[in-house]
């Protein structure tokens, strides 16, 4: 589970709620109390932007080349699965830029379908209640190549399959 930043405008941070289960790459939105929560694409929600960071108990969000838990990379032992652990806040991409990530929802992606918050904070091209656009998808969902030389794809592994999708929010 991933985000892969390939350009963005801001990166921006807010203090996350406790409790929170966000995972990189996921929709995010900020509750009455000014934090971070995952969004859900309900009806008068505003998506913030995508979480940038994981705030989890047991799944990283770091891109792998395998089925391990901990990712191609491995968090600090001491956080955990959580990057939020130490400062309490939560990157959150916003105001545009051009991404790659694993957190969809399981349906067939066209380049320029609009993408919005499913219930579950992921990208999905299908009307949420909101109706609020979030992205546009630029490439549909297939093998992304992560430099590692292997045999997966174009002389390299694969961190999985991957939607690219400019950001909007």
Do not use: W
Not at 149 to 155: E, F, H, R, S, W
């Amino acid at each position: 589970m991933a985000l892969i930043e390939r350009f963005h405008v801001v990166a921006d941070h807010y203090p996350v709620e406790a409790g929170e289960e966000i995972i990189e790459g996921m929709i995010v939105t900020l509750n009455a109390n000014g934090r971070v929560v995952l969004a859900s694409g309900a009806s008068g929600e505003v998506c913030l932007g995508v979480a940038g960071d994981t705030k989890s108990v047991s799944v990283s969000g770091l891109p792998t080349t395998n089925a391990s838990s901990q990712g191609a990379f491995v968090n600090r032992v001491s956080d955990s699965f959580d990057e939020t652990k130490a400062s309490g806040r939560m990157t959150v991409y916003h105001t545009g830029g051009s991404f790659a990530t694993n957190q969809y929802e399981n349906v067939a992606f066209a380049v320029n379908d609009p993408l919005y918050c499913s219930a579950n904070g992921k990208f999905t091209n299908v009307l949420s209640t909101s109706g609020q656009i979030v992205g546009y998808v630029t490439k549909a969902q297939g093998p992304y190549e992560s430099g590692v030389p292997g045999i997966d794809i174009n002389g390299s592994l694969t961190l999985g399959n991957y939607i690219e999708f400019k950001l909007v929010i």
